[in-house]
């Protein structure tokens, strides 16, 4: 027996090996599926949601990516062959639950599982996403699904520009925008999509200039109209999230109900003075749905309660920092990563430089999004400003 062929026949006696179809399972109850093969053989095709560590990298990245040396790991690669060595050097590792795909990709294919073939990537968006690729978390997979994603930003203001424009450089095809407001003069302190010769301008024209200079491979779709009950559904339909960046109740509470009766997620971020708030908003979230926001505030305060738009200032970086939240919150929804700010509210005061959490349930008795309760319709609140939720 050759020295390599008694190698294999070795490490096959210490590791477990699955079939491709036992994989999957294990995968869907939360183990990490890691596809071992090189990156040219990854861009034809791999398993959907595994996780592209090529043998060369692997014992580098592994701490990186799966910190947790409990965590159930299934190997494959082509055949079966390198999986198992793959394997092997995990268990020497410390990892201790560790599987070889028994055929590799070669049988997961032969037996009809899921295949996700990636779009294939031309040299200059590699160079582009150069920084994203050599991310095992995101790598050519993600930044696939980030090209196929549709993002909403309803407002092309203050919390719309630093979000648009932070979407679209990280490569997401198609960013809608719904604002009928024209480029004023006092937005420019902090509503960074527009430039001081776009006065005048509408907002979503100024923002496609803006975006498109940016990143040509993005798609810019401009609504410019208000959102009322009428064209609420319509325009928020296909969007895969919706960023709330809205300054008023009407607009605020539309998008919600929505976002409700569309199952999408909707992220929220509002700035008012030194402070400002971001959350998740997704009863429809398929794991887990979480509190919407009439689940917080089921109507809008009465308008005497509520500020006029005039009165209330902001300082201009602070929308920056909230809509890069609301930016990031939404990259991992795309994703698939970490964990989002579902029943959880993070507000930021600048001036103590300070970030707190609220966390709050889902209503059962909420009139949008309680189980088993019919859609009540939307409604068109009378318009006035809501720059912080109360
Ligand atoms: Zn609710």
Known sequence: MKAQERLIAEVRGRIPEL???EALS???RGAALIDVRESDEIAQGTAPGAL??????????IEEVIPDTGRTIVAMCSSGVRSLLAADGLMRLGYTSVYSMAGGFA?????????EVLVAMDAVARERYSRHLRMPEIAETGQAKLTRSK??????????????LYLAAAGVGTVGLVDDDVVERSNLHRQILHTDARVGTPKVVSARASLEALNPAVKVVGHETRLTSA???QILAGYDVVIDGSDNFPTRYLVNDACVKLGLPNVHGAVMRFEGQVSVFWPGRPRGGGPCYRCLFPEPPALEDAPACADVGVLGVLPGVIGLLQACETMKLLLGLGEPL?????????LLGSFSELTFQRDPDCRYCGEGR???GYIDYARFCAHLAR
């Open 19 to 21: 079939s491709p179809q």
């Open 26 to 28: 294990l995968q869907a």
């Open 52 to 61: 592209p560590l090529g043998r060369g990298f692997l014992e580098l990245r």
């Open 107 to 115: 049988r997961w294919k032969a037996e009809g599982l899921p295949v």
């Open 151 to 164: 993002v909403l930003l309803v407002g092309a203001g203050g919390l719309g520009s630093p979000a648009a």
């Open 231 to 233: 064209n609420v559904e």
């Open 342 to 350: 579902v029943g959880r509210m993070l507000y930021f005061d600048a």
């Open 374 to 376: 019919p859609f009540p």
